[in-house]
């Protein structure tokens, strides 16, 4: 059974960057499609990023397309996202999300909803402020 675990969260002024890395363990995750996720204070959890098992895929949330870019480790032990040109809206919990994706169709056409991943982190957060 996969474990996640999130890091890289803290606090960090508009305009800043910060990477934050989902380190799997117990498991290799190389052939996993993983998922990055956030939920703001009072707002429903939504989709940030994916990247596909066979990494020929990755999709952003429009919100930060352009911003933020998903990266995984060759050797299949973390999954990363790079968020640049960090803004107030993007303070929230974020989450990394991985399932083993079998049948290779999370992360194909689009970002995949949270109910289609199976294994999940506990969060680190991010808060953007001046």
């Known amino acids: 059974q996969v474990q996640l675990a999130e890091s890289g969260g803290g606090l960090v002024q508009p305009g800043g960057s910060l990477r934050l890395t989902c380190a799997a363990s117990?498991?290799?995750?190389?052939?996993?499609?993983l998922g990055w996720f956030r939920q703001a204070p009072g707002k429903e959890r939504e989709a940030v990023s994916c990247?596909?098992?066979?990494?020929?895929?990755?999709y952003y949330a429009d919100s930060v397309n352009g911003r933020f870019t998903i990266s995984r480790d060759s050797a299949g032990h973390a999954v990363f996202l790079q968020m640049n040109d960090l803004r107030p809206g993007d303070t929230a919990d974020y989450y990394c999300a991985a399932d083993p994706d079998v049948l290779m169709r999370l992360c194909v056409h689009g970002l995949s909803p949270e109910n289609e991943y199976s294994h999940w982190g506990q969060g680190t957060r991010v808060t953007v402020s001046s």
């Open positions: 117990r498991q290799n995750v190389e052939y996993y499609t």
């Open positions: 990247i596909s098992m066979s990494d020929r895929h990755t």
